[in-house]
């Protein structure tokens, strides 16, 4: 192992091969600048804090002035347009420019989101979203948004921060007139209770040398366990690949979860958060980690409210005697940080662009140092695979697979939700036995086994194990797991056409626009498919120029939803 260390002092907090810049720009008034001061509070003033920074402006003012947007400028000494080019790129800043006079537009008393994500639309968003404005009233700012990772409890609204399951117009005007903004803190297992439950012993074994590290990444890769944020690398084989990096290493935890359809992360956390944080610490302590930073996307506020309790009371009582520093990071609405190297960009306080690669994140990832980067659920397996071994995870498994899989299903069945089901099961298998079956009257017509991106299949296709690897062959992927479940009755059918368009709009306004490729890919795309009549040919010449030059995956699968509709739906396009 190499162990050529560097001190973490030197590189945490700033960015390799920063060159000064000469500001310029607006002047800033002193009240300003002490407005900016008060509302930052005790954030310290670092580059890398710039999204923190930004969040704290937009939360007390509701917006983000160019003034405040100077003012905090200077104080991190920064190029103004350095601050604006992240302030617009993510979609929960609402920047605002001075009029003629030097005033700005008061913000709106209250804002809406109302969820279009697939799911969504599924089960009438688009008619909320038509009623709410008239019905809640010009103070009410009411919006779309894509994917809130509630796709089981569609339709959603989100009321400032507070989300309404299964929401109708009476509810949202409900809150909206109470004026019940906030998520409650989810009623999860807190720290008392997991230690009751045996929580923290095997980190304290590890700590106390019960168990040594070599053991424990091999219980790692022999459960074949592999990263469950929709890349699928092994777990075990990326701690070994970092812990041969030299120290300082770094951790970087995606709670992004922005992928539609995609909601297993949020269901864990709100139930048991000290089993994913164990899993965390051991990983930090397997491969030798310094510091840690978690990135929770900012739909989850309720979430965020509960970490910051755990992680609190977890360092006020540790179960070991030498924690590494967590971090938690606040998203701010981009589904593009998702992508692990985008993610880390965000971290560092920029706009979420995905980096060229090589050099890999485990080599020079956060601040430059080498990283794990880890999924939520990945963590949240570790102690049950270390404790029970590895057999017990391998052991699971349908149809010649290996695992447990937690399937996050919306759409049309009886009982949405995340269902751990065997790695390989059919669709088939988990509608029938894990979600109640189809609602009555309704046939299998269609679903989505990968999320947004993971493309779409005709329910001829129902029997196919899903799992990683097994779908490619069919022009599709398991991802995440998002598992959209699309039917057909005497009444309806869910087209996958519609389907397409829905997921296309999706790729074209989160692209993040660094390539050219995925940046007019998606949007000619979504413009070729408006009509009845698609022009395949260009399609599909289109689809195989983003595959093939694409910086990350949001540009490289945006056509696959498309290109499945093409070859199994063609029936929609009067193509059979």
């Known amino acids: 192992m190499n162990t050529t260390a560097i001190s973490l002092d030197k590189v945490a907090g700033q960015l390799p091969g920063r060159k000064q810049v000469r500001r310029a720009g607006r002047t800033v008034d002193a009240a300003t600048l002490a407005e900016v001061r008060e509302a930052l509070g005790s954030l310290p003033l670092r580059r890398d804090l710039l999204i923190e920074h930004l969040h704290a402006l937009n939360d007390c003012f509701g917006q983000l002035r160019t003034g405040h947007m100077a003012a905090l400028a200077q104080l991190l000494r920064l190029a103004q347009v350095e601050v604006f080019e992240v302030a617009s790129f993510y979609h929960h800043f609402d920047v605002v420019r001075e009029d ?22 599924l089960a009438g968003a688009d008619a909320l979203l038509a009623r709410l404005p008239k019905l809640l009233g010009a103070e009410v700012r009411v919006i779309e948004a894509p994917c809130v990772g509630r796709c089981e409890q569609a339709p959603v609204a989100v009321v400032h921060q507070r989300p309404v399951p299964k929401a109708d117009a009476a509810a949202v005007q409900a809150l909206a007139a109470a004026d019940r903004r906030f998520d409650d803190v989810p009623p999860a297992n807190d720290l008392a209770g997991y230690r009751a439950q045996g929580g923290y012993e095997l980190l304290r074994h590890c700590h106390a040398g019960s168990r040594d590290v070599e053991s424990v990444i091999k219980a790692m890769e022999d459960s074949g366990l592999r990263g469950l944020g929709g890349a699928g690398f092994p777990a075990g084989r990326k701690w070994r690949i970092v812990r041969g990096e030299a120290a300082p290493r770094l951790m970087a935890v995606n709670i992004d979860e ?276 698609w022009d395949t040919a260009l399609l599909a010449e289109l689809s195989q120029v983003m595959r093939d030059a694409s910086i990350c995956g949001l540009g490289q699968a945006a056509p696959n939803p498309v290109d499945c509709v093409v070859r199994y739906f063609p029936h929609e396009l009067g193509l059979s």
């Open 100 to 121: 003629e006079q030097g005033r700005y537009e008061a913000p709106a008393r209250l804002t809406v989101r109302v969820c279009n994500g697939l799911s969504c639309e």
């Open 258 to 533: 922005g992928e539609p359809g995609t909601f297993k992360d949020r269901h864990y956390l709100e139930r048991d958060p000290h089993r994913f944080l164990e899993g965390l610490l051991v990983a930090a302590w397997a491969v030798g980690i310094d510091k840690v930073y978690v990135y929770l996307r900012d739909e989850y506020h309720g979430c965020r409210a509960l970490l910051e309790r755990e992680l609190a009371a977890l360092r006020a009582d540790p179960p070991v005697a030498k924690l590494p520093e967590i971090e938690l990071r606040r998203g701010a609405g981009a589904y593009i940080c998702g992508e692990e190297s985008a993610m880390i960009e965000s971290i560092e306080g920029k706009r979420g662009m995905p980096r060229l690669r090589p050099p890999y994140v485990a080599q020079v990832g956060l601040f430059g140092r080498p990283t794990l980067e880890h999924n939520f659920e990945t963590l949240y397996w570790v102690r049950d695979i270390v404790e029970r071994g590895p057999q017990w995870f391998a052991s699971q498994g349908r149809n010649g697979r290996k695992g447990l899989r937690s399937f996050s299903v919306s759409g049309r069945v009886r009982e949405p939700g995340v269902k751990l089901a065997p790695a390989g099961i059919t669709l088939r298998q988990l509608v029938d036995e894990y979600c109640g079956g189809l609602p009555e009257g309704h046939e299998l017509y269609g679903y989505l086994p990968g999320g947004a991106s993971g493309g779409i299949l005709p329910a001829s296709m129902a029997d196919i194990p899903l799992d990683f690897d097994t779908l490619q062959p069919h022009g599709c992927f398991i991802g995440s797991a998002a598992v959209m479940v699309l039917t057909k009755s005497s009444t309806h059918v869910d087209r996958a056409v519609d389907a397409a368009r829905n997921l296309m709009r999706f790729f074209e306004d989160e692209s993040c626009g660094q390539c050219t490729p995925c940046r007019a890919g998606t949007a000619k795309t979504r413009a070729l498919i408006a009509g009845d009549q």
